[in-house]
């Protein structure tokens, strides 16, 4: 099993990011996938869920109305749109399957 994220960087307040988590060796389209993050001095936390065939999602309340999943099963792959960002988004974001993890991508909100 390889999550590789890719898509974070550096990007203003009120901006948007596309964050992007490339899936292998496993059945893609038969798990549920998640993101989570992890800012300087805090708990990893859960910020969005997508169900296997991507019909039902879930936000934490801190980036709800802000970030949306998605998922492609022909692509392996979940994404991660980001907008109005804010200077608390600021964090390393992981890519997760039952039991693995993305090596992470750093999102960094600042002016």
């Known amino acids: 099993v390889q999550l590789v994220e890719s898509g974070g960087g550096l990007v203003q307040p009120g901006g948007s990011l596309r964050l992007s988590c490339a899936a292998s060796?496993?059945?893609?389209?038969?798990?549920?996938m998640k993101w989570y993050r992890q800012a300087p001095g805090k708990e990893r936390e859960l910020v969005t869920t997508?169900?296997?065939?991507?019909?039902?999602?879930y936000y934490a309340d801190s980036v709800k109305g802000r970030f949306t999943i998605s998922r492609d099963n022909a692509k392996n792959t979940v994404y991660l749109q980001m907008n109005s960002l804010k200077p608390e988004d600021t964090a390393v974001y992981y890519c997760y399957r039952l039991g693995y993890w993305g090596q992470g991508t750093q999102v960094t909100v600042s002016s």
């Open positions: 060796g496993f059945t893609f389209s038969s798990y549920p």
């Open positions: 997508i169900s296997s065939d991507g019909t039902n999602t």
